[in-house]
């Protein structure tokens, strides 16, 4: 099964995302207090609601940034669309 393929459709990614995670064993609140975040937006990264605003793009790309590390992948392979990765 082609990983590209899973995390280009929203609904697929989000779904593919929380499984790393849980196999991982990463919880999303750590990741939220890492960057100092909240953990609905750590929530919206995951599903692909937020992709980076002037505002949060910076905090965005750190939790982004958090993911890859945690899970030992690259950002670009858990977020291959995104042109802030």
């Known amino acids: 099964m082609k990983v590209n393929h899973l995390t280009k ?3 697929k990614r989000g779904r593919y995302l929380r499984a790393l995670l849980i196999i991982n064993g990463v919880e ?5 207090q890492d960057v100092d975040a909240s953990e609905a937006l750590v929530s919206q990264v995951i599903h692909g609601h937020r992709k980076g605003t002037v505002r949060n793009g910076k905090k965005i790309l750190a939790i982004k940034q958090a993911f890859a590390q945690r899970l030992g992948m690259p950002v670009e392979e858990l977020f291959p669309d995104d042109k802030a990765a």
């Open 28 to 32: 999303q609140q750590a990741v939220a």
């Open 9 to 11: 459709d929203n609904k």
